[in-house]
T-cell receptor, first 111, second 114 residues
Framework: NAGVTQTPKFQVLKTGQSMTLQCAQD?????MSWYRQDPGMGLRLIHY???????DQGEVPNGYNVSRSTTEDFPLRLLSAAPSQTSVYFC??????????FGPGTRLTVL | QKEVEQDPGPLSVPEGAIVSLNCTYS??????FMWYRQYSRKGPELLMY????GNKEDGRFTAQVDKSSKYISLFIRDSQPSDSATYLC??????????????FGSGTQLTVLP
């Protein structure tokens, strides 16, 4: 199993550009989530999904969109990137009530 | 005030020392308590998981939860240079039968010196 994979590993955007961060898991987990990690802030939940077709907002959802068309994939879209979205983004997945497995992260810089 | 407070450190100890890492929280609904270890430029990995109050031991690691004081701890015995990482506490108040939304502390950076 590859576990949780994320692409790209690094990305630099200009203010106003859009992009999609990809996340995939091969463990057949129902639950997937996106976090951002900033210095001194720990990880903060952006959006999560409890299954295909079902998503909900976390603590810091503004400026981000998600969709879940398959069990395996949970992309995170930045509609109009802002410098405040410079961060490290982690995707995680778990079975219902199980341990959350994290991906390796995407380092995003918005200029 | 943050829901979960964690001393960011950095914490530097000699090899073989006992390390104590702590978090306090304010949300009485938290029932599940976790410690994650994160190596530099890697994703967090689950180290310890505890439900409600009590102690849990796994090798050199012991997790303690005191819900009455809203205080959790992670102890590392006989610390090794390979334990050098950032340690994040995380908590959840949702039942195990449904989605789990974790609230994290800010992390404590630990260095174990050979």
């Amino acid at each position: 199993n590859a576990g949780v994979t994320q692409t790209p590993k690094f990305q630099v955007l200009k203010t106003g550009q859009s992009m999609t961060l990809q996340c995939a898991q091969d463990m057949n987990h129902e639950y997937m989530s996106w976090y951002r990690q900033d210095p001194g802030m720990g990880l903060r939940l952006i959006h999560y999904s409890v299954g295909a077709g079902i998503t909900d907002q976390g603590e810091v959802p503004n400026g981000y969109n998600v969709s879940r068309s398959t069990t395996e994939d949970f992309p995170l879209r930045l509609l109009s990137a802002a410098p405040s979205q410079t961060s490290v983004y982690f995707c995680a997945s778990s079975s219902q009530g199980g341990e959350q497995f994290f991906g390796p992260g995407t380092r995003l810089t918005v200029l | 005030q943050k829901e979960v407070e964690q001393d960011p450190g950095p914490l530097s100890v000699p090899e073989g020392a006992i390390v104590s890492l702590n978090c306090t929280y304010s949300n009485s609904a938290f029932q599940y308590f976790m410690w994650y270890r994160q190596y530099s430029r890697k994703g967090p990995e689950l180290l310890m998981y505890t439900y409600s109050s009590g102690n849990k031991e796994d090798g050199r690691f012991t997790a303690q939860v005191d819900k009455s004081s809203k205080y959790i701890s992670l102890f590392i015995r006989d610390s090794q240079p390979s334990d050098s990482a950032t340690y994040l506490c995380a908590m959840s108040g949702v039942s195990s039968g449904s989605a789990r939304q974790l609230t994290f502390g800010s992390g404590t950076q630990l260095t174990v010196l050979p």
